[in-house]
């Protein structure tokens, strides 16, 4: 699987320590905890089940004790990992609470149950110890069956050793953070962004004033910023930054990070004023760290998305491009946090393309700019073939016939070294190459290319999403074929009265085509003013004709 690069707080080094009643001694432990690389393993989730108690899945109990971090003292902010029994049998395993850690037990093991003391080197392998005993045991002439063995090697263990392993309020909440990516990895975001609120509910409450709670709130709103629940990742990214500043203050670099996070929040709702001011106090929190880059890339766009003229974003070009490489050379290019970015600056073209009035030029400089980024993070990704088949129509539209074609081919030829000529994305530049041919008068490659284009449309075989029969660029398809026919028409040869007769004729066939296709998208689509432009161009040919 894809490592999957997700922030879970973008700290160097950060050193947490915890200090061990039991031994009398102060433990350190340094972690990275930026942008870290997740494989799919599976993971710990932590779930609350009481006031005083926080069950596993794998069956820990982690009770609450306290965690020191340099010369303070947070009570009640770290975990002792308790021995737990696992079922034993082919439904699944139950659990119940090891009469050494002090608490009750939630109830009596039963017969079938194992008592399997968790060691530190189990730690990595419970999921798997689990799935051993939930199987039926082979058919042995032994009278006791192999987990029934591993019973009782536990019972010695157990009997040998009562000290229980703890686990730090830290380490809780990389676990949750871990199963979080796991969902995340799945393609389940709301599963990932889930798991994070119920650790926030049950650890908030107990540890009010906690940054590690913090941290699971920072990660809920980066999740679901991505998802486009902007109001809600604020909430959270606004007690992030609170539980952090009164932590650490507000010139730290973990409080930077917070600033930071809602700064982008702030830019996906256009509240840009604050944005501008949270992320130049990151900016200058994290002067000593790559997410620097990351701060003054959205105080680029911010300018950028108030530009007026092709020339204004010509000249912002080069910060973008040199802040843009120096997170994929921090963070790598498939970060999540580059992806959020580039999907602002997308954002930014959209907006751009969708004004009431379009600026050629504008769209333009935009949409280059976009490429440039996307060649930057991989020149041969689908995310550039796609942005220059956006380029291609968009010429198409503005009758740039020449740009048009050679935005496309660019496209065709990156997605052809993807996938075989069949693919809906491949059909799509066939079909965009027709359209062009179409209106520049190419008929016979125009039918060509249409046609093909049109039964794949028409029979369903590109997309699933809609009806193969109402499908946009099916009807786009015939109204190019009724194009083609009508610039196939050769006024040498054929007498004048006959000539002017058909191209009657073929304009008037093209005509429903066109009200089709604007009744199917909308009049003001990109789509329908460009065959609307073209239409307009035959129709005046023919009265110069009859002039």
């Given at each position: 699987m894809t490592n999957l690069l997700l922030c879970v707080d973008n700290v160097r080094k950060c050193c947490w320590r915890f200090f061990d009643a039991e031994l009398g001694s102060l433990v350190a432990t340094s972690r990275f905890l930026g942008y870290r690389h997740f494989h799919g393993s599976a993971l710990d989730q932590c779930k609350i089940i009481g006031r005083e108690e926080i069950l596993s899945p794998c069956g820990f109990l982690l009770a609450p004790d306290r965690l020191v971090h340099g010369t303070e003292v947070f009570q009640s902010s770290s975990f002792h990992l308790s021995q737990k029994y696992a079922q034993c049998s082919?439904?699944?395993?139950?659990?119940?609470?090891?009469?050494?850690?002090?608490?009750?037990?939630?109830?009596?093991?039963?017969?079938?149950?194992?008592?399997?003391?968790?060691?530190?080197?189990?730690?990595?392998d419970r999921g798997k110890q689990g799935n051993q005993c939930s199987q039926p045991s082979s058919p042995s002439t032994s009278s006791e069956s192999p987990c029934t063995a591993r019973a009782s090697e536990s019972d010695k263990d157990s009997q040998a050793s009562e000290e229980p392993l703890r686990i730090t309020l830290r380490e809780a909440v990389l676990r949750l953070a871990d199963a979080s990516v796991a969902k995340v990895e799945e393609g389940d975001m709301d599963g990932a962004v889930a798991i994070l609120k119920e650790g926030i509910s049950g650890l908030g409450p107990k540890f009010p004033d906690s940054p590690e709670v913090g941290e699971l709130h920072n990660q809920a709103g980066l999740l679901?910023?991505?998802?486009?629940?902007?109001?809600?990742?604020?909430?959270?990214?606004?007690?992030?930054?609170?539980?952090?500043?009164?932590?650490?203050?507000?010139?730290?670099?973990?409080?930077?990070?917070?600033m930071l996070r809602l700064g982008a929040v702030k830019v996906g709702q256009g509240q840009l004023a604050e944005a501008t001011q949270l992320l130049t106090l990151a900016g200058k929190a994290l002067q000593q760290d790559p997410s620097k880059y990351e701060a003054d890339?959205?105080?680029?766009?911010?300018?950028?998305?108030?530009?007026?003229a092709a020339g204004q974003v010509l000249n912002m070009e080069s910060d973008l491009i040199k802040?843009?490489?120096?997170?994929?050379?921090?963070?790598g290019a498939e970060s999540m946090v580059l992806g959020m970015v580039m999907a602002q600056h997308d954002r930014i073209v959209t907006q751009a393309l969708a004004a009431q009035t379009i600026d050629t030029r504008l769209c333009e400089a935009l949409m280059k700019q976009h490429s440039r980024l996307l060649e930057l993070l991989d020149p041969s990704?689908?995310?550039?073939?796609?942005?220059?088949?956006?380029?291609?129509?968009?010429?198409?539209t503005q009758d740039l016939l020449q740009d048009a074609n050679q935005a496309?081919?660019?496209?065709?030829?990156?997605?052809?070294?993807?996938?075989?000529?069949d693919h809906p994305l491949v059909i799509m530049c066939l079909h965009r190459m027709g359209m062009i041919c179409a209106a520049s008068g190419d008929h016979r490659s125009a039918v060509k290319l249409l046609t093909k284009s049109r039964e794949k449309y028409r029979e369903g075989g590109s997309l699933d999403s809609e009806a193969a029969s109402t499908h946009a660029l099916a009807k786009e398809a015939d109204f190019g074929l009724a194009l083609a026919r009508f610039r196939s028409i050769d006024p040498a040869a054929l007498p004048r009265e006959q000539c002017t007769q058909l191209q009657h004729q073929r304009l008037a066939e093209a005509r429903p085509l066109l009200d089709d296709l604007a009744a199917s998208i909308g009049p003001g689509h990109m789509l329908v003013q460009g065959a609307m432009r073209y239409f307009a161009q035959i129709t005046v040919m023919m009265s110069k004709q009859r002039t």
């Amino acid at each position: 699987m894809t490592n999957l690069l997700l922030c879970v707080d973008n700290v160097r080094k950060c050193c947490w320590r915890f200090f061990d009643a039991e031994l009398g001694s102060l433990v350190a432990t340094s972690r990275f905890l930026g942008y870290r690389h997740f494989h799919g393993s599976a993971l710990d989730q932590c779930k609350i089940i009481g006031r005083e108690e926080i069950l596993s899945p794998c069956g820990f109990l982690l009770a609450p004790d306290r965690l020191v971090h340099g010369t303070e003292v947070f009570q009640s902010s770290s975990f002792h990992l308790s021995q737990k029994y696992a079922q034993c049998s082919s439904s699944g395993r139950g659990f119940s609470v090891s009469s050494s850690t002090g608490l009750a037990n939630s109830r009596t093991p039963c017969s079938s149950e194992i008592k399997q003391p968790v060691t530190s080197n189990d730690l990595g392998d419970r999921g798997k110890q689990g799935n051993q005993c939930s199987q039926p045991s082979s058919p042995s002439t032994s009278s006791e069956s192999p987990c029934t063995a591993r019973a009782s090697e536990s019972d010695k263990d157990s009997q040998a050793s009562e000290e229980p392993l703890r686990i730090t309020l830290r380490e809780a909440v990389l676990r949750l953070a871990d199963a979080s990516v796991a969902k995340v990895e799945e393609g389940d975001m709301d599963g990932a962004v889930a798991i994070l609120k119920e650790g926030i509910s049950g650890l908030g409450p107990k540890f009010p004033d906690s940054p590690e709670v913090g941290e699971l709130h920072n990660q809920a709103g980066l999740l679901l910023y991505m998802q486009g629940k902007v109001d809600e990742a604020e909430h959270h990214a606004k007690i992030a930054l609170d539980l952090t500043a009164r932590a650490f203050g507000v010139e730290n670099v973990l409080t930077g990070h917070r600033m930071l996070r809602l700064g982008a929040v702030k830019v996906g709702q256009g509240q840009l004023a604050e944005a501008t001011q949270l992320l130049t106090l990151a900016g200058k929190a994290l002067q000593q760290d790559p997410s620097k880059y990351e701060a003054d890339l959205y105080l680029h766009l911010i300018s950028l998305s108030g530009a007026a003229a092709a020339g204004q974003v010509l000249n912002m070009e080069s910060d973008l491009i040199k802040c843009a490489g120096e997170m994929k050379e921090a963070f790598g290019a498939e970060s999540m946090v580059l992806g959020m970015v580039m999907a602002q600056h997308d954002r930014i073209v959209t907006q751009a393309l969708a004004a009431q009035t379009i600026d050629t030029r504008l769209c333009e400089a935009l949409m280059k700019q976009h490429s440039r980024l996307l060649e930057l993070l991989d020149p041969s990704s689908e995310d550039l073939a796609i942005m220059q088949y956006k380029l291609a129509t968009f010429y198409y539209t503005q009758d740039l016939l020449q740009d048009a074609n050679q935005a496309l081919r660019v496209s065709t030829s990156l997605l052809k070294e993807r996938y075989p000529e069949d693919h809906p994305l491949v059909i799509m530049c066939l079909h965009r190459m027709g359209m062009i041919c179409a209106a520049s008068g190419d008929h016979r490659s125009a039918v060509k290319l249409l046609t093909k284009s049109r039964e794949k449309y028409r029979e369903g075989g590109s997309l699933d999403s809609e009806a193969a029969s109402t499908h946009a660029l099916a009807k786009e398809a015939d109204f190019g074929l009724a194009l083609a026919r009508f610039r196939s028409i050769d006024p040498a040869a054929l007498p004048r009265e006959q000539c002017t007769q058909l191209q009657h004729q073929r304009l008037a066939e093209a005509r429903p085509l066109l009200d089709d296709l604007a009744a199917s998208i909308g009049p003001g689509h990109m789509l329908v003013q460009g065959a609307m432009r073209y239409f307009a161009q035959i129709t005046v040919m023919m009265s110069k004709q009859r002039t």
